[in-house]
């Protein structure tokens, strides 16, 4: 816990009603589910262990998908005012060379959804302010995504919270889902400082408790992420970037991939992966020997100063598959439902597309009719699977391709960013994926196979006329290691 003042309006919530709702963390996806609920007219309680900025490397870069999911729920403004930097797409460095990949035009991904009672006001347009300038932002020709520090984000979610007449806040560790006799949901045990233990009562509970969720496992006691890897973050000040407003991902045969991108006009975050949850004695000789080799020049001044400085933060790597809300009375979203490797973004992304959904499926019925809200939450499993199993399964294989750590990996990552260079589709179709714009599954399956097809070409280029037979080896087993990455990923999704 932080050294936070707590006000006593955090601490009275009355425990004598039975709330529409109660929201478990007040992170990135527990605001935007009380606000939606309470916009609709939702009583909602929301309880958070702790109401103080948190300091955290996760959720700093939000994908247009984000941003445009913001925009239906009526929040877009909560970037406003944080000295947030619009993002304008990616640059993709591969040993040495680059690429660089815009974000999708706004004509194809369509006009943005806004849901009932939600948007009002001008709340789905952001307002000018230091950093982010409505013309730009609003009627550029092309998607936008945002950096900031996350923490300034969070507050800002929290002060609409807070702002909503219908949410009582509550800071407060939960202990428990507290269930009846039929081991159905009916609210929540939460130890407050001052009050002890409180049990509150609600129609319908969220878990919104984030990656390393304690209530995740209500679902199903097997619902338990993996983890493999391991990002390790500094914070770089003053950097010259490489290209203004792009996120960097910095690739090669000889490192793990590497994310740099801005989150303040002075702070940049830079995320190194490590291929294992478990880090390396010294992470200073780690980083000296095996990333700062292969940062690119403008940014090394910036980079040096962070090693010789030493302030490292870590984060492990989760996969989890999405699960159906099957359980009367609760509902997990956010990450303590589904995650996904963080290389490409898009945790957010899905949380807050989520959020959109449950609003169009739940927001507008009487949550005391529990077995009503319970048959939308078992639709609502599949309806979702679109958008999210695109950002989960992309997020996966090309961490596959970009830690690659065999030849037939590297060829497909060398083949990757040779797609990337041939520019028109084989730009616009994977960034449309990663940027959340574009929830098509199918096309996905169809654009990585054309990728892995075109390593192979690529691979019989190398080897030449003599080296054919070798190169029809090779380019089956670059197939076979293709279809071991991705279907796997993509069956558990669209399966599950
Ligand atoms: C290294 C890394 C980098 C990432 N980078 C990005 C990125 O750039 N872009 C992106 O879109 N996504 C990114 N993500 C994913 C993103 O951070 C998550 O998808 C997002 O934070 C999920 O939001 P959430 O609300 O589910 O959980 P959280 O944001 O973690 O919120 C959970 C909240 O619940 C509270 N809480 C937990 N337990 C309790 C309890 N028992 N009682 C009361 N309160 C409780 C916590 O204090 C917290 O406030 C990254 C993830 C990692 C690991």
């Not at 900025?53 to 999911?69: F, K, S, T, W």
Request: overall charge neutral; hydrophobic content about 40%; glycine content about 8%.
């Amino acid at each position: 816990m932080s050294s936070f003042q707590v006000p006593v309006e955090l601490t009275n919530a009355d425990e004598s009603l039975t709330y529409d709702a109660i929201v478990v963390g007040c992170g990135v996806i527990g605001p935007c589910v009380a606000t939606g609920l309470a916009r609709k007219g939702k009583k909602v309680l929301i309880v958070e262990r702790d109401w103080a900025m948190p300091d955290r490397i996760v959720g700093e870069l939000m994908q247009p998908g984000g941003v445009r999911a913001l925009k239906s729920l009526g929040m877009v403004q909560s970037i406003n005012d944080i000295e947030a930097i619009p993002v304008t797409g990616y640059t993709v460095f591969y040993n040495g060379e680059k690429v660089a990949i815009p974000y999708p035009y706004r004509a194809d991904a369509g006009p943005v959804e806004k849901i009932g009672d939600l948007v009002r006001g001008g709340n789905d347009k952001v307002s000018d302010d230091e950093t982010i300038k409505v013309k730009d932002f609003e009627d550029s020709d092309r998607e936008r995504g945002v950096g900031f520090v996350h923490g300034k984000f969070l507050q800002n979610l929290r002060t609409i919270v807070a702002q909503e007449p219908n949410i009582t806040r509550l800071q407060g560790n939960v202990i428990e889902i507290s269930k009846n006799k039929h081991n159905e949901v009916v609210g929540a045990k939460v130890d407050i400082n001052g009050r002890g233990k409180v049990e509150f009562r609600a129609h319908i509970t969220f878990i919104c408790d984030g990656i390393f969720s304690r209530f995740r496992k209500e679902l199903s006691p097997d619902h338990v992420p993996k983890v493999g890897s391991s990002f390790v973050g500094m914070s770089l000040y003053n950097a010259k970037m490489p290209s203004q407003n792009h996120g960097h991902v910095i690739l090669g045969t000889e490192h793990l991939p590497i994310l740099v991108y801005q989150i303040s006009p002075e702070e940049t975050r830079i995320l190194c992966a490590y291929n294992s949850p478990k880090l390396p004695s010294s992470i200073k000789d780690w980083m000296i020997k095996d990333v700062q080799p292969f940062i690119p020049e403008s940014l090394r001044p910036s980079f040096d100063n962070a090693i010789a400085e030493g302030k490292f933060k870590s984060m492990p790597n989760s996969y989890l598959s999405g699960r159906q809300n099957d359980v009367l009375g609760m509902c997990v979203i956010g990450d303590a439902l589904n995650m996904r490797h963080p290389l490409t973004g898009g945790g957010m992304t899905v949380g807050l597309n989520d959020v959109v959904l449950l609003m169009k499926k739940i927001g507008d019925l009487d949550f005391s009719d529990r077995e009503v809200v319970l048959d939308e939450l078992l639709d609502y499993h599949y309806e979702r699977k679109s958008y999210d199993s695109v950002i989960n399964v992309l997020s996966i294989a090309l961490y596959s391709l970009f830690a690659a750590d065999n030849d037939n990996l590297r060829a497909l990552q060398k083949g990757c960013f040779k797609y990337f260079k041939r520019g028109g589709d084989c730009v616009r179709l994977p960034v449309s994926f990663l940027s959340g714009v574009m929830p098509r599954p199918f096309l996905l399956t169809k654009v990585f196979f054309s990728v892995a097809l075109y390593a192979v070409y690529v691979n019989f280029e190398k080897r030449g006329a003599l080296g054919f037979p070798v190169a029809l080896l090779e380019g089956i087993a670059i197939l076979v290691t293709a279809a071991r990455v991705f279907t796997p990923y993509l069956y558990a999704e669209m399966i599950g």
